[in-house]
């Protein structure tokens, strides 16, 4: 009763600019593609990972997440192409790091609300 109350005093204008503003919010496409990213737990624990150590190599996060080194370069791949990580070649290893840039500092600050890690990645 209360609900039918309250939407009954929204008023026309209030509607159609709420209606407008989420149609043409790119933000929230943004962060729709980030929480599909961050939907799966192993993406989660990978990019926890990453955010304690810097970087990692595909070896030791397959290790350290009991997951095989493809397993781990699928997630990897995945957030590579929504460039939430890099790699880096050093050598004859690769390492992945946490990426700068709009998408990975709001999948950070989730992280942070869960993990209570405050540091903000930068690119090496």
């Known amino acids: 009763m209360k609900n039918r109350q309250i939407c009954k005093k929204l008023d026309q204008l209030l509607i ?3 209606s407008e ?7 929230l496409k943004i962060a729709s593609e980030i929480f599909a990213i961050l939907g799966n737990l192993s993406r989660l624990r990978i990019l926890y990972i990453l955010s304690e150590t810097g970087q990692c190599c595909v070896h030791h996060l397959a290790g350290i997440l009991d997951m095989s080194m493809s397993n781990v370069s699928h997630h990897l791949r995945k957030m590579r192409d929504r460039q939430i990580v890099k790699k880096k070649r050093q050598c004859r290893n690769i390492f992945y790091h946490i990426a700068s840039g709009e ?13 209570g890690n405050d540091e903000t990645p930068t690119d090496s």
């Open 16 to 18: 159609n600019q709420l």
């Open 21 to 27: 503003d989420i149609k043409n919010n790119s933000e």
């Open 103 to 115: 998408e990975t500092n709001i999948a950070c600050r989730i992280i942070q609300q869960f993990f």
